[in-house]
């Protein structure tokens, strides 16, 4: 506190976003910081050769399901590291990709992982299940760059597996998984919900409330 004013933090969140479903969550971050009286910006992630969603392809895709558990980095474009210098906490976002983080985000902790030491470090993991391997290769290497890691906030697409998975593979591949009443029965919707939307602002605003008391 200076003059019983709160002192204000500045975060940064670095995100990629395939199907704007960590977008979706990233907007609503945002928000949650600011009105905790954060400074925010945002840097998304850009692939030097662009992805297109859906694959429209069923061969595509399992073959990315397949590089992707494999870890293959995507590279991305050169980005301006002096907003990640200036900030005090990194929010890293993105979605899983075959229990890893996605290509994009793995190029980047590649060629930035330095700017990390000393940073509060926050994982935002959107996902259809299978998190946790994601996480720890996230935490591995915050820590190994003399970052602090914090736990994770994670959002599940929230539907049952089998139907999970088989509408997830349908909608990358560019099948509409709803025009199937078997499938549309369990597999209502890709992605969260709105319900989950205000909960990631409200988790947000929890987080920001903490990390603004803190040294």
Not at 8 to 23: E, F, G, P
Not at 131 to 151: I, P, T
Not at 177 to 190: D, E, G, N, T
Request: aromatic share 10%; proline share 7%.
């Amino acid at each position: 506190m200076e003059n019983g004013q709160k002192v204000s933090k500045s975060v940064i969140i670095i995100y990629y976003s395939l199907s704007t479903q960590t977008a979706k969550l990233v907007h609503r971050l945002r928000k949650g910081f600011r009105q905790e009286g954060f400074n925010v910006q945002t840097l998304k992630l850009i692939p030097t050769k662009k992805l297109s969603f859906p694959l429209h392809s069923i061969p595509k895709t399992i073959f990315m399901m397949l590089t992707t558990f494999l870890r293959r980095r995507i590279p991305i474009r050169p980005i301006d590291s002096t907003q990640i210098k200036e900030a005090e906490i990194v929010v890293l976002a993105g979605p899983t990709w075959s229990y890893n983080p996605s290509g994009p985000m793995l190029d980047f902790l590649d060629k930035y992982i330095g700017l990390l030491k000393d940073k509060i470090v926050l994982p935002v993991i959107s996902c259809r299940k299978y998190w946790r391997s994601h996480f720890n290769y996230l935490r591995r290497k915050v820590e190994s760059a003399g970052g602090r890691c914090m736990q994770p906030i994670v959002f599940t697409h929230n539907i049952k597996e089998p139907w999970s998975t088989i509408g997830t593979f349908m909608t990358i591949a560019g099948i509409n998984p709803r025009s199937y009443p078997l499938i549309r029965k369990h597999y209502p919707r890709y992605g969260h919900n709105k319900i989950q939307l205000n909960q990631m602002e409200s988790k947000t605003r929890d987080i920001a409330t903490s990390l603004m008391k803190s040294d």
